[in-house]
């Protein structure tokens, strides 16, 4: 009999620490519930191969957008996490919490008691941070944060060259002073990915009160307005998990609203054309779609320093020899070390760009490596007003969903990118860069005017793979919003959503630190804990943020 106090769908980002919390005192039994197999293997825990997993079907589900219009009908990928650990397993262990002010956001926008002063304690509950700024930061969580060793001097160059243009520097921007440049923080440990599946979920599965079902789930099961269970295909046929207490569905911002929809809960209109009867008509479902997009800047490194000496094939075999013997060598780093978050304009009163740095001129895929020594910088704006949505293409579960970004699909999208691109060469052209220099790659020098940046970042911005939204939480009685501040969903008994389909609006930078955040203090609401005390503690905000950019 598959039975438990709580389920927890999705084995992910929050739905790994939920496990862990969930169990933490003895008392409650937990199933959680993941499709995907095992996460054991190079592929996964080595950093520096991180390309790999999210190209590969045995980790990824192999999401892509709709044709987006604004883009010339490109198809974009959306990979999302398909193994123990979910999105955890395959990201770019890039770790950002966010910044103060995106969180006091949620809070206006509804979400009550999830302001920067409410959610930080729960950042400093997960964390065990190596470097990071004291008072701060957690030194005794379960997920180990660290910096890169910065070894090559490219790293450095990009930091002074963005204070010699005028910018601020940073010690830690996950600390109280996200604006600047300086080191980028990973989840890595031990040189190896330090994933939810190893921060949480193997920790938790070691309780007897925890265990692990591999399946694929269908849809809860409503009765008399209150979830009852999950209906789950495993091995061809198809079972019960049944839930005394709550159904916690963290299944990803794709997945989620999803069996949501497949469920009953949606938007009624759209249920009803799938012949889906409605348990909860609730129009927010699948709408609210947000991301990050990014360019490459790509430039030509006059000095042989770079990592494209170490792409061919002998390069990687003592790379990985030497990653699999001790854990260390270019292997054990994702190799994005150097980071900044700056603002576009006066006037802008916290970071809406964001920077990631590394010492290669090559795609985040590991495709189409640039033929020569080069550095790039990842660029892209923060906080994109382009909303976009999931929706189903048919009521068969296995049927995947249509997912339209609508990307670049407002005006200020276009003059925020240009400016990222025009304010990365002013970058690149400081004094530090100097000495490595050489040609600009991409987009080249001979594309200046609006026109041909605008024709570059049609065809060339990607996604940076941060989908969120698309069961946003805000006020019960606000009918756009899919759960309360509690995570609980709106309309439907014993029923929540815990991951980055709740944020009401996208967080500055990657979204796997304020999705753990989710599932650390959704489990507090779940066990009817009195939350973490709120913080009195006060972010940096440029004093000079309405009369200059730096």
Known sequence: ?????????????????????????????????????????????????????????RYDWGFSSEPEPHLGGRILATPRGKVIGGSSSINGMVYVRGHARDFDHWAEAGASGWASADVLPYFKRMEHSHGGEAGWRGTSGPLHVQRGSRANPLYHAFAEA?????????????????????????????GRRWSAANAYLRPALKRKNVSLVNGFARRVIIENQRAVGVEIEARKQIQVVKARREVVVAASSIN????????????????????????????????????????????????PITLYSKLNLFSKALIGAEW????????????????????????????????????????????????????????????????GSVT????????????????????????????C??????????????????????????VQSDEELD?????????????CGTCRMGRADDPTSVVDPECRVIGVEGLRVADSSIFPRITNGNLNAPSIMVGEKASDHILGKQPLAPSNQRPWINPRWRESDR
Request: negative net charge; hydrophobic residues 40%; glycine residues 10%.
């Open 256 to 303: 989620s609203p999803k069996l949501l929809m497949l469920s009953g809960i949606g938007p009624a209109a759209h249920l009803a054309s799938h012949g889906i009867e409605v348990a909860a008509d609730r129009p927010g479902v699948g709408r609210n779609l947000q991301d990050h997009m990014e360019l490459y800047i790509q430039q030509e490194s006059v000095k």
């Open 455 to 467: 024709d570059f970042i049609r065809a060339h911005a990607e996604s940076a793979y941060h989908p």
């Open 392 to 419: 189903l293409r048919s009521p068969d579960p296995w049927e995947r969903p249509a997912i339209r970004f609508n990307y670049m699909s407002h005006e200020e999208d276009w003059t925020d990118f240009r400016r």
């Open 324 to 387: 699999l013997l001790f854990k260390s060598g270019l292997g054990a780093s994702n190799h994005f070390e150097a980071a900044a978050f700056v603002r576009s304009a006066a006037g802008v009163n916290y970071p809406d760009i964001q920077y990631h740095f590394i010492p290669v001129a090559i795609r985040y895929d590991g495709k189409a490596a640039a033929r020569s020594h080069g550095f790039q910088a990842h660029v892209g704006p923060m906080r994109s007003k382009s909303r």
């Open 421 to 446: 691109i025009r304010l990365t060469r002013e970058i690149f052209s400081q004094p530090a860069f100097d000495e490595f220099r050489g040609r600009e790659i991409s987009p080249g020098a001979h």
């Open 1 to 57: 009999m598959l039975e438990a106090d709580f389920v927890i769908v999705g084995s992910g980002s929050a739905g790994a620490a939920m496990a862990y919390r969930l169990s933490e005192d003895g008392r409650n039994s937990v199933i959680v519930i993941e499709y995907g197999g095992t996460d054991i293997g190079p592929f996964i825990q080595m950093p520096a191969a991180l390309s790999f997993p999210m190209n590969m079907s």
């Open 162 to 190: 963005g204070r010699q243009a005028g910018f601020e520097l940073t010690d830690d921007y996950n600390g109280s002073k996200q604006e600047g440049f300086g080191a980028m923080e990973q989840t890595i440990h031990l």
